[in-house]
């Protein structure tokens, strides 16, 4: 069981902490399920994650030529934007 502060934290227990690997300022993203609160640990990528996905992405549109150009035209028309 915890308790929420009068600012609104929470102590999340030493054993879930332990056990999850959760250090002063981990990062989590928050949601609600009608009353259930979820937090969800979050791992923030390095800037090598970022390259190593700017390469995939670049060889992705190479493959189905797709060129810089033709890029907003794409995500106006999945977002149905006009």
């Given at each position: 069981?915890?308790?929420?502060?009068?600012?609104?934290?929470?102590?999340?227990?030493?054993?879930?902490?332990?056990?999850?690997g959760l250090t002063?300022?981990?990062?989590?993203?928050?949601?609600?399920?009608?009353?259930?609160?979820l937090l969800k640990?979050?791992?923030?990528p390095t800037i090598?994650?970022?390259?190593?996905?700017?390469?995939?992405?670049?060889?992705?549109?190479?493959?189905?030529?797709?060129?810089?150009?033709?890029?907003?035209?794409?995500?106006?028309?999945?977002?149905?934007?006009?």
């Amino acid at each position: 069981m915890t308790r929420m502060s009068a600012k609104g934290q929470l102590v999340i227990p030493s054993q879930i902490r332990s056990r999850l690997g959760l250090t002063e300022g981990t990062p989590f993203a928050v949601a609600t399920r009608g009353d259930v609160i979820l937090l969800k640990k979050v791992k923030i990528p390095t800037i090598e994650d970022f390259d190593r996905l700017v390469a995939k992405a670049g060889k992705s549109a190479a493959a189905h030529n797709i060129k810089p150009e033709d890029v907003e035209d794409i995500i106006h028309r999945h977002r149905g934007v006009k």
